[in-house]
């Protein structure tokens, strides 16, 4: 696409400006009064601005102290919490120290944020914590430290320079590869090259068939190209005298340091002689399927109320979907996602909040199901972190879905609602996977195992696994199959349920049961299409809702527990299907992943398709 002068182009009152705050930031003590740029608003990431540092989990001293008439600034970094401090010793009665963050590479910044004066009798004084990095707004920030002591002065901003496995800045030379994953766009005579690295997720641009004086940069966004105030004009380099062609260095498109993943580049460049310029489409590098897809996953995730707005039972599915695509890629970028969810999770939320339900402390509901999910979701944290706390939570939902299995009505089973309005298949599948989970990981338990065989003996006697071998919605009143809709997920929960139990207790006749969901999911045209799965909403007009967006990720991931544990090569080939589908028919340039897994219109993408999508890559591997 082509942009205007104004767009693209550093006219040159801007260069000046530039020039001007490049030698502001290295010749610190040259800071103009220090007043804020902007008003600045709390950031609250894994914690809030204003934690006091004694909270800290780390303390650093990642720029050099700043001299100031004698008195020492300092700026203290604690990586494990993302946050920076300021303090000033030697000093005097009336001397103050503060820290400056800016949000657009310290063109501009938020100042006199934490400002602290020396008390009397006292020599020196420290500011409370403030965040350096922003993902909920996609904002990378830098911080410093500045004092006033008879004279104004800062060290330099923590963090210019992106690091990731490389960091910005390197050389294009040392990539461990060349792809160029959007077209190039022509200006004058002259092409202009996106190039990524994609191993390492790093990017770099070229012009060819130019002159001296073209120039080529890159633009950076941590919101899919929607913004780009900190990324702007990246190693913009001219072409030399005698060449026709040039390159820039090679910049980073994640910061795991600043919680930033899944950032944007395209190149832009101009030609000699002209103002205008043009660039390439915004990309999103592709180290591996499930990493990428997480990546572009991570940009929904709100840090500040640790979930995915808004909606309740998709965040917990969202979150086993993230902690199934680390465990397969072995990265540990999103680790701190499983702590800030449950300790921002784990209270009370009046109706309206996090659900159209209150929720009652302990992610408890009166939406049954709406429980069991986060059980789910804590068990998977336990299995791959081994924090005890995690499976003591799950244990306490569990004991609360447990109050409402009820063998008054139908003989059994789980009610979906505390109202006891539905007996259904997504509780019961639920049940049958937690108690058996529980049992294999609570030691000496018995009672769990019990619970566990009564419940499936139950399933499969209730009726709601119907002739053809698919799993309708739930029972009717008279305790009869209600005929409703098959989804996708209440046959995964049942396929991952039976699957969990054999594997407990050796009995075959769970495994067949198992096999017998499983082929009629892949064969059955109310589930599979052209060897693709497929719910009903994703036919012909149809959408689906928030809630079923989700649920073939969720079949996928059992689904996947039984093509384990029997190793069967029609299952694999239906896995890997499912991800080489989806990857090549329903991807966009930005990684985004969307409900139509064969990408037939209209075709719905939000963060919860995403996190379907994800399930599935995870469980390919």
Known sequence: MSLGAADIVVRPSERLLTFLLTVAIAATSLVPAATPATAATQVCVLACDTLDPSQARQETFPVPNKDLNGRRVELHVSDADDMAWAGIDSGVTGDSVWLDRSWDGGATWEGLLGKASIPSTWTDTRTLMYDITDPRNHRRGLVRACG????????????????????????????????????????????????????????????????????????????????WPDGSSLGRTSTPSGATTTRTAMYATRDPRGLLYGGAVRACGRAAGHQEGSCTAWVRPTPT??????????????????????????????????????????????????????????????????????????????????????????????????????????????????????????????????????????????????????????????????????????YRSSGMINSSGLVNDGLTTACANNGSTVWSYNQGLAIGGFTELWKTTGDSSLLTTARTLADAAISSPALTSNGVLTESC????????????????????????????????????????????????????????????????????????????????????
């Open 148 to 227: 006033d002591a008879a004279g104004v002065g800062c060290t330099n901003w923590v963090y210019p320079t992106v690091c990731d496995r490389l960091c910005d800045g390197t050389d294009a030379g040392r990539a461990a590869g060349d792809d160029q994953p959007v077209p190039s766009t022509a200006l004058y005579g002259r092409t202009i090259r996106l190039h990524v690295d994609q191993k390492n997720s790093m990017a770099w641009a070229g012009i060819d068939s130019g002159g001296a004086g073209d120039e080529i940069w890159l633009d950076r966004s941590w919101d899919g190209g929607a913004t």
């Open 289 to 458: 399927r499930a990493r990428a897809a997480a990546d572009t996953l991570m940009a929904s995730y709100d840090p500040y109320s640790g979930w995915w707005p808004s909606s309740w039972w998709n965040s917990a599915a969202t979150l086993t979907a993230l902690i199934d695509s680390s465990r397969t890629t072995g990265r540990h970028d999103y680790d701190w996602v499983i702590a800030r969810t449950f300790d921002e999770n784990k209270g009370t939320f009046a109706a309206g909040v996090r659900s159209s339900d209150a929720i009652e402390g302990d992610f408890i509901s009166r939406s049954i199901d709406d429980s069991g999910w986060w059980a789910i979701a804590w068990i998977d944290a336990y299995d791959y972190t081994g924090d005890a706390r995690y499976l003591d939570e799950a244990v306490t939902i569990a004991d609360y879905v447990q109050q409402y299995w009820d063998t008054g009505t139908c003989g059994g089973g789980v009610w979906w609602d505390r109202e006891r309005t539905y007996k259904n298949a997504v509780t019961n599948g639920q049940y049958l996977w937690l108690t058996t989970a529980l049992h294999q990981r609570v030691p000496g338990d018995t009672e769990w195992l019990r619970r566990a065989k009564t419940a499936a003996a139950w």
């Open 538 to 621: 994703d036919l012909g007009s149809a959408s689906c809702d928030d809630n079923q967006k989700q649920f073939k990720g969720i079949f996928m991931r059992h689904f996947a527990d039984l093509t384990k544990a029997t190793d069967s090569s029609t299952y694999q080939s239906f896995v890997q299907k499912q991800s080489n589908t989806l990857w090549a028919q329903d991807r966009g340039s930005l990684n985004t992943l969307g409900e139509r897994w064969a990408g037939t219109s209209p075709n719905q993408t939000d963060w919860r398709t995403q996190a379907s999508a994800l399930g599935a890559l995870a469980a390919a591997g």
